[in-house]
């Protein structure tokens, strides 16, 4: 349901409705954590698979493919859309495990770069930035493990009963806090980042009042906040994805960046996050099917020449890795 339609309905109604959805999640959370993860992972990808296609956002998927793989046909990216689909379902029922998956160590391996190690072992602020690959939830495992208190950002639910509910499992991955996105928690944020602490967040959804970087050779719309805030607080950037190799086993890869600090304060915010679409790019690449494609991260297709940069700036890459 619209945030508008909701609105526009009475306290009494919205607080049953409320209620009534968190009653049905608090059901659903109950019954799925009755059946062993792997099953439950297994059975709800396989559902997704067969009746996410009826979903609209199936024919937006494709359409994102089309556009930024024109050489694939229609079976190749049917292929790339269902894994999407299967990949997406397992998330939905490993969610109703995270708490419990976070403590199953030998599902996961860690892959991460000198300064990540550094952070890891508790010598450095920095700010977690992940995209929506394989089971993204878990992408902050390997620094929990590790004891790290991490601050985390998310987008708090219209329904506040199930978010309460979802907030729960997620309590032992953000120690540090769960932070809904609000005009105060750029200042919490910011606060936590310059006292040492870490802090996570997702880096590659649209943000249409953003900036526009590019992304698979075309403008793609971008958040420029981790930029910004890295930059503030002179931290690093990590880059974090997670690959789902079999079933319920991930691989989780750390990357950092530096965001340059120059005179130009813009320059340098818009500079590291293309730098972050060039990384996560190179990252979709390789498991394409388990990212969502379903996201409108694109700026509508047009011939002017930030486009016509943009795409050569990605051939670039392309060819010079």
């Known amino acids: 349901m619209s945030r508008k339609k909701r609105q526009q309905k009475s306290p009494r109604l919205l607080a049953a409705q409320n209620w009534l959805e968190g009653i049905v999640l608090n059901a659903a959370i109950w019954l799925f954590r009755l059946i062993p993860v792997d099953v439950a992972s297994a059975f709800m990808g396989f559902c997704w698979r067969k009746l996410a296609p009826l979903n609209a956002r199936h024919k937006r998927a494709h359409r994102h493919l089309q556009r930024i793989f024109p050489e694939l046909g229609d079976e190749e990216r049917e292929k790339i859309v269902l894994g999407m689909w299967e990949n997406l379902g397992r998330v939905a029922a490993e969610t109703f495990h995270i708490d419990r998956l976070l403590k199953q160590t030998y599902r996961f391996e860690a892959d991460a770069d000198e300064v990540t190690e550094e952070v890891l072992n508790g010598g450095k602020a920095c700010l977690f930035v992940s995209m929506h690959s394989a089971n993204w939830e878990l992408c902050v495992q390997p620094a929990v493990t590790r004891g790290l208190d991490i601050t985390g950002v ?34 919490k944020i910011l606060s936590t980042l310059k006292n040492g602490g870490v802090v996570a967040m997702m880096g590659d959804l649209r943000e249409s009042r953003g900036i526009q970087v590019p992304f698979f050779g075309q403008l793609a719309y971008a958040n420029p906040v981790p930029a910004s805030l890295a930059r503030s607080c002179d931290v690093p950037i990590v880059l974090g994805r997670v690959i789902r190799k079999n079933g319920v086993q991930f691989r989780v890869e750390g990357r ?15 500079s590291a996050t293309a730098q972050i679409h060039a990384v996560f790019e190179g990252w979709i690449r390789e498991h394409p099917e388990q990212w969502m494609w379903i996201h409108k991260k694109w700026a509508p297709p047009g011939k002017n020449a930030a486009e016509k940069h943009a795409r050569k700036a990605s051939v670039s890459r392309l060819d010079n890795p």
């Open 154 to 187: 998310y987008q708090a639910l219209r329904n506040p009963e199930a978010d309460k509910a979802l907030r729960a499992l997620r309590k032992d991955l953000y120690r540090g806090g769960l932070l809904s996105k609000s005009h105060q928690t750029a200042r």
């Open 256 to 270: 950092a960046i530096t965001v340059p600090r120059t005179d130009d304060r813009q320059a340098d915010i818009e």
